[in-house]
């Protein structure tokens, strides 16, 4: 993906379970990262001893680019971990934000540029605030989660609100590029 790009076209549909969850044909897992304990007590956080891949990669996007998009909150206390890396600021829930795996963030080429996110026959516009790190995990800076996949589009509340996405599916949505 060249990182000239002013925005990113993202296309999402529910994902029919045919989705690889880490497409390793085009971006394989560059080392893994060996849990610690914690006293974390929510069940995503890193268990002491398991191994967690890393990705300095995502996958190119293409109309069969898989993605999983996942909820954060990105206001101060909320459970994007700090502030924002792109300005360093905390914002509010109400605001349609997203953060990108480590690839598609692309060394935050794409801060403050918007991304357009298609899903139940909705389109929105979301602003790239922060990198989801497909790298590092596991510390108190990233609330104790394990890193992020290499195909990850974390949506604050605001953004699967305007998708109409269902209550019982939030939190973790298999999507799909088309």
């Not at 549909?13 to 690889?20: A, Q």
């Not at 996942?70 to 934000?97: E, W």
Request: net charge negative.
């Amino acid at each position: 993906m060249a990182s000239s790009l002013a925005s990113l076209v993202v296309f999402l549909h529910v994902c029919d379970g045919s989705c690889l969850r880490y497409p390793l044909e085009t971006c394989t897992a560059s080392g893994y990262l060996r849990g610690k304990s914690s006293n974390c007590s929510d069940p995503d956080c890193c268990k002491a001893g398991a191994m967690y891949p890393q990705h300095r990669c995502s996958p190119p996007v293409t109309a069969d680019t898989t993605a999983h998009m996942t909820i954060v909150s990105f206001a101060a206390g909320g459970d994007g971990g700090g502030a924002a890396a792109c300005d360093g600021q905390y914002h509010s829930d109400d605001q349609m934000l997203v953060s990108l795996s480590t690839g598609w963030y692309d060394d935050g080429s794409r801060c403050n540029k918007n991304i357009t996110v298609n899903a139940n026959g909705r389109s929105v516009l979301a602003m790239v605030v922060d990198e989801c790190d497909s790298v590092y995990g596991c510390e108190a800076e990233q609330n104790f989660q394990p890193p992020c996949g290499n195909n990850i589009i974390s949506a604050s509340p605001a953004v699967w609100k305007a998708l109409a996405i269902p209550e019982a599916r939030i939190g973790y949505y298999d999507v799909r590029r088309m």
